[in-house]
Nanobody, 128 residues
């Protein structure tokens, strides 16, 4: 019965901003590290960002560092990804995921195999 549900995707112009959200009906979002991945057609799913179980630590892919901010609100069981200055390479289906790790200051998950619960994705399309 646990579900991860993404929302907030859409079609935007290059340079625009977008805020993605992820919610669950379970408790994974408050006890485990969480992450965002994205996948373009014909390409492998790639890591975007992750955050520790309590939100104290974050990690970003080089491709989005400085443009994206991951955040969580455990009180509301929410995970968010603020994306600024979007470009065409940001186009893809964005997935939120829960990791088997808790995460912390010393390490945060960033590989596909470190996440085991996945949402169905929300599409982001950036046009120039």
């Amino acid at each position: 019965q646990d579900h991860l549900v993404e929302s907030g995707g859409g079609s935007v112009q290059a340079g625009d901003s977008l805020r993605l959200s992820c919610a669950t009906n379970g408790r994974a979002l408050s006890s485990q590290s969480l992450g965002w991945f994205r996948q373009a057609p014909g390409k492998e799913r790639e890591f975007v960002a992750s955050i520790s179980w309590n939100g104290d630590s974050t990690r970003y892919a080089d491709s989005v560092k400085g443009r994206c901010t991951i955040a969580r609100d455990n009180t509301r069981n929410g995970l968010y990804l603020q994306m600024n200055n979007l470009n065409s390479e940001d186009t893809g289906v964005y997935y939120c995921a829960a990791s088997w790790t808790r995460g912390g200051v010393n390490y945060l998950p960033h590989t596909y195999g470190e996440f085991y619960y996945w949402g169905q994705g929300t599409q982001v399309t950036v046009s120039s």
